[in-house]
């Protein structure tokens, strides 16, 4: 059984940071790329990291770039998001994803996600 589970939300003030974590179970998490998206209430979801499976190469987009990095544990079988000098466009949920092209669900997997609000 696949599990992606999330954990580190909740309420920070602007310029604060949080660090998300995702653990995963179920798959051969070393052979997945890893991201992070989030969706904001009236918004389209948007990728905010991505690390690669082999040479865990990462990207981010311009509106997190230099703010937000992604890791991961292969032996731990985790990824994290750390989040730095965060603004209030940043609220949103976030969601771990593990993806692979030709193995699992055509857009891979997916966690519960995990509120993170930035609101002084």
């Known amino acids: 059984q696949v599990q992606l589970v999330e954990s580190g939300g909740g309420l920070v003030q602007p310029g604060g940071s949080l660090r998300l974590s995702c653990a995963a179970s179920g798959f051969t998490f070393s052979r997945y790329a890893m991201n992070w998206y989030r969706k904001a209430p009236g918004k389209e979801r948007e990728l905010v990291a991505t690390i690669t499976s082999g040479t865990g190469s990462t990207d981010y987009p311009d509106s997190v770039k230099g703010r937000f990095t992604i890791s991961r544990d292969n032996s731990k079988n985790t990824a994290a998001l750390q989040m730095n000098s965060l603004k209030p466009e940043d609220t949103a949920v976030y969601y771990c994803?593990?993806?692979?092209?030709?193995?699992?669900?055509?857009?891979?997997?997916w966690g519960q996600g995990t509120q993170v609000t930035v609101s002084s």
């Open positions: 994803n593990a993806y692979r092209r030709g193995l699992g669900p055509p857009d891979g997997y």
